[in-house]
């Protein structure tokens, strides 16, 4: 099974609102990373939070970590239309794994101007 | 520098038929992998290399997948026999070191097969 779930599955809101997906995972990690998808083509990197921060902001990017709950959440303030897209959180983990990323099936988030 | 390319950007292929996709990673990165996105879905891990020698290929498939790297650089994914359920978009990535950092993402290769 996937190590990074994410929700919603889908999220539409209106230019200038706030957006927040969240990210679950089973297993410990080293680092958890998100990424951002156009049009179902490569993947952007957005920020990566290790296993050791519980916080990291990037522009308009706000990531949290709760290592406890295994859980990370990423929002976007002040949402722009061009903020459309497919949000994939990515994973490490520790053992099974190996050195490979594994992603969740992501959010899309439509933002409507 | 450049970033990571892939080629073709899309192909199309009748089922049985043979299909090779190529990466060519950011120079100076060490690991390249392939991963699989159907259609509205996350990314499926196929293979890792560190340098040339793969010591992940967990996530092919089926033994009609294969792949390659050569000078530590360009890989080839080669799908042999092409079924309809391959028909996805193959994307590839680098990045600096063995590890699970950054990955740097081509743009590519969309395979639809009739």
């Known amino acids: 099974s996937q190590q990074g779930e994410e929700d919603p599955q889908a999220l539409s809101i209106q230019e200038g609102e706030n957006a927040t997906m969240n990210c679950s995972y089973k297993?410990?990690?080293?680092?958890l990373q998100w990424y951002r998808q156009n049009s179902g083509r490569g993947l952007v990197h957005l920020i990566l939070?290790?296993?050791?921060?519980r916080e990291k902001h990037s522009g308009r990017l706000r990531v949290t970590l709760d290592t406890s709950k295994k859980s990370s959440s990423l929002l976007i303030t002040a949402s722009r239309a061009a903020d459309t897209a497919s949000y994939f959180c990515?994973?490490?983990?520790?053992?099974?794994?190996?050195?490979?990323?594994?992603f969740g099936a992501g959010t899309i988030l439509r933002v409507k101007s | 520098g450049a970033g990571v390319s892939q080629s073709p950007s899309n192909k199309v292929t009748e089922k049985g038929k043979d299909v090779e996709l190529r990466c060519d990673p950011i120079?100076?990165?060490?690991?390249l992998y392939w991963y699989r996105q159907s259609l509205g879905q996350g990314l499926e891990f196929l293979i890792y290399f560190q340098g040339n020698s793969a010591p992940d290929k967990s996530g092919l498939p089926s033994d009609r997948f294969s792949a390659e790297r050569t000078g530590g650089s360009v890989s080839t994914l080669t799908i042999q026999r092409t079924q309809q359920e391959d028909s996805a978009v193959y994307l590839c990535?680098?990045?600096?070191?063995?590890?699970?950092?950054?990955?740097?993402f081509g743009p590519g290769t969309r395979l639809t097969v009739l």
């Open positions: 120079s100076g990165h060490t690991a």
């Open positions: 297993t410990s990690i080293n680092n």
């Open positions: 990535a680098s990045s600096l070191a063995p590890s699970t950092d950054t990955q740097y």
């Open positions: 939070i290790r296993s050791n921060e």
């Open positions: 990515a994973t490490d983990a520790k053992g099974e794994y190996g050195n490979k990323l594994v």
